[in-house]
């Protein structure tokens, strides 16, 4: 699975990465686990996930029994991750492969940030899918394909979540900004701890194409990796010893973000006017 685009794209986008630490505020040192599993441990799949003898890489897996997947040890208030996962590769319809953050407590009042990526038939793009709950209430779906092969090798997704924004990254670009609107009664996840989770399961009903295209377990076990996990606090004290995160995004940083959004977002829940029709989410007319 490939998506077509031209040498001179991807060589700007090289580009842009390089200078995007700078962008969006530089990075303070990240607690980088010597093993993945240091950091990560598996919580489900009977014996589904593996890591690598090198303890660099964790494998999860998915049959037509069970899929799997893991969680943090740690949980964060305010974070940096960065996470690198090489997806499901040749036809990964009906798959769905997860990295998200989500607090532990009552379900009804969770607050989570959400990036699953759907699988699709061989040759058709993986859709990036992201949300944002807070207090048990979502609906801010924004969906984009990617503009590489996310099968082929390791890319870096983050969440950077600080008092300020959300911001969600693809090797180092962002395509994604919620802003901390609570002031003008908009809600942000600013009180509960979360969690990374991560898993690879099965959504035949839902995930490919609205559900019209189904897993083929004859292509089964299924797997997605995942390596270099690293966590950098993001809180207040660490704004104000430099860290940068409380900066928003300089120009450089936000016309990368307005290039992907332009290029790869396929969907917007700020623009579905038949999902509400009475008028947009108050903050999607926010600046």
């Known amino acids: 699975m490939a998506v077509a685009f031209s040498s001179s794209r991807s060589c700007v986008m090289v580009a842009m990465a390089l200078f995007l630490g700078l962008c969006v505020g530089a990075m303070p040192a990240a607690v980088a686990a010597g093993r993945i599993d240091d950091g990560l441990e598996a919580t489900w799949g009977d014996g589904r996930s593996s890591v690598s003898p090198d303890g660099e890489v964790l494998t999860l897996t998915l049959d037509h029994t069970s899929g799997s997947g893991f969680r943090s040890k740690n949980t964060y208030l305010f974070v940096r991750l960065n996470l690198q996962i090489k997806l499901v590769p040749n036809n990964s319809a009906g798959t769905v492969?997860?990295?998200?953050?989500?607090?532990?407590?009552?379900?009804?009042?969770?607050?989570?940030?959400?990036?699953?990526?759907?699988?699709?038939?061989?040759?058709?793009?993986?859709?990036?899918?992201?949300?944002?709950?807070?207090?048990?209430?979502?609906?801010?779906?924004?969906q984009f394909h990617l503009w590489f092969d996310p099968t082929s090798d390791f890319h870096t997704y983050?969440?950077?979540?600080?008092?300020?924004?959300?911001?969600?990254?693809?090797?180092?670009?962002?395509?994604?900004?919620?802003?901390?609107?609570?002031?003008?009664?908009?809600?942000?996840?600013?009180?509960?701890?979360?969690?990374?989770?991560?898993?690879?399961?099965?959504?035949?009903?839902?995930?490919?194409?609205?559900?019209?295209?189904?897993?083929?377990?004859?292509?089964?076990?299924?797997?997605?990796?995942?390596?270099?996990?690293?966590?950098?606090?993001?809180?207040?004290?660490?704004?104000?010893?430099?860290?940068?995160?409380?900066?928003?995004?300089?120009?450089?940083?936000?016309?990368?973000?307005?290039?992907?959004?332009?290029?790869?977002?396929?969907?917007?829940?700020?623009?579905?006017?038949?999902?509400?029709?009475?008028?947009a989410p108050a903050e999607c007319g926010m600046p």
């Open 97 to 142: 492969t997860t990295c998200y953050l989500m607090s532990e407590g009552p379900w009804g009042i969770h607050d989570e940030i959400d990036l699953e990526f759907l699988g699709n038939v061989t040759g058709q793009p993986y859709t990036l899918h992201t949300n944002v709950y807070t207090n048990g209430t979502g609906h801010k779906e924004q």
């Open 158 to 279: 983050s969440i950077e979540w600080t008092p300020r924004h959300i911001l969600i990254l693809v090797d180092g670009t962002p395509v994604r900004q919620f802003k901390n609107h609570a002031a003008q009664g908009v809600p942000y996840p600013s009180s509960q701890p979360m969690r990374l989770f991560g898993s690879l399961w099965d959504a035949e009903d839902w995930a490919t194409q609205g559900g019209r295209v189904k897993t083929d377990w004859s292509q089964a076990p299924f797997a997605a990796q995942y390596r270099n996990f690293t966590a950098a606090d993001a809180s207040s004290a660490a704004a104000g010893a430099g860290s940068g995160y409380d900066q928003d995004m300089d120009a450089t940083a936000q016309q990368a973000m307005k290039w992907a959004r332009s290029n790869y977002m396929v969907y917007d829940y700020c623009a579905d006017g038949k999902r509400f029709p009475q008028g």
